[in-house]
């Protein structure tokens, strides 16, 4: 069990607790009451519940035009848990305004964990069978948390992320966290939310019942389908 916020972070500065471990347990456990885990390697493990909160409603998001475009005219697909692993690897890797990664090895055993119980869930995006996008989180009952996102061709992480929102519409999942706000998180339609808001919206989503996203593992989606906002095709 974990303190709560409001008592333990009064001033809102968004750190809550240290120490504990990532087995699954703790984590779904620390998930559900509005916590997540970031910390450095070789670094106690220290876990954060931001104020405010930044969150979309999955119904929310409305592709850019550009997007819209690059949609239309394209071959790329995507899919849900195909290939958890590489998408949480490649969320890993350095990025060109940081070297160092959050996202360790001690971080991806313990999703990848998650993953294999049900709860972490990742979305792909490829042309032809290179995977040039993608991202990863955790889904508890009807909400979705977001953990990272990559890209290694221009706007496969937004097409990532456009096709999360459209299968969380599918799937009954109301909410996506998206944790801490950024100016890039905000031009795709999220918003802030007060913690205390945040946390009581949570207390009801989480004990809904959930759509087993690990059914749809085996298909593949066409990327220009997403114009129509509706009911996955396969290709």
């Known amino acids: 069990m974990f303190p709560n916020p409001s008592e333990v972070d009064p001033e809102g500065l968004g750190l809550v607790g240290m120490g504990g471990d990532l ?6 456990s620390a998930y559900a009451q509005g916590l997540f885990p970031w910390f450095n390697e070789d670094e106690p493990i220290a876990w954060w519940c931001p104020e405010p909160r930044c969150v979309l409603a999955p119904d929310s998001f409305v592709p850019s035009k550009s997007l819209q475009r690059l949609a ?3 071959q790329w697909q995507w899919s849900v848990n195909s290939d958890f692993e590489s998408v949480i690897h490649a969320c890993s890797l350095p990025r060109s305004y940081a070297k160092d990664t959050w996202i360790h090895d001690e971080m991806i055993e313990a999703y990848c964990q998650l993953h294999q119980l049900g709860y972490a869930h990742s979305i792909e995006v490829w042309e032809d069978k290179q995977l040039i996008g993608g991202l990863y989180g955790l889904k508890i009952g009807q909400i979705y ?3 990272s996102m990559f890209h290694h061709k221009s706007n496969a992480s937004k097409v990532a992320f456009w096709a999360l929102t459209q299968f969380c519409q599918y799937t009954q999942v109301q909410l996506i966290d998206c944790q801490l706000p950024n100016p890039h998180l905000q031009s795709l339609g999220a918003v802030i939310m007060p913690r205390e808001d945040f946390l009581t919206v949570l207390s009801e989503l989480t004990h809904k019942a959930g759509v087993n996203w690990h059914d749809f593992s085996l298909t593949r989606y066409a990327v220009n389908a997403l114009l129509q906002r509706f009911q996955p ?3």
């Open 23 to 28: 087995a699954p347990q703790t984590l779904l």
């Open 233 to 235: 095709q396969p290709q």
């Open 72 to 74: 239309k005219n394209s």
């Open 145 to 147: 948390f977001g953990e």
